[in-house]
């Protein structure tokens, strides 16, 4: 079992930064890969971004330019900083991991993430 631990949600005015951070533990396969997701009140959950343990990242486009996802392996964390935050960007940011060729997949609790003046 693998389990996902989030930090650094909060609230924060529009034009703002932050960074969230996703450390996972247990039984973790060190080739996988680790993202970052996102649900709005009312809507579907959605990827922000994607980052392999060999460092292939992927951004939805709504992601692209303003957030920037990385990880340390040694510490099976992967971060994501934000910047230029819209009140759009508001919702529940779910971090998420999946190890390679296997049918398992593990989800965060999820971080609040409000950006409102």
Partial sequence: QVQLAESGGGLVQPGGSLSLSCAASGSVYRINTMAWYRQAPGKQRELVAS????????????????????????????????VALRPEDTAIYYCYLKPYRRASEYWGQGTQVTVSS
Avoid: E, P
Avoid at 52 to 79: M, Q
């Fill in 51 to 82: 980052i392999t343990n060999d460092g292939s990242i992927n951004y939805a486009d709504s992601a692209k330019g303003r957030f920037t996802i990385s990880r340390d392996n040694a510490k099976n964390t992967v971060y994501l900083q934000m």
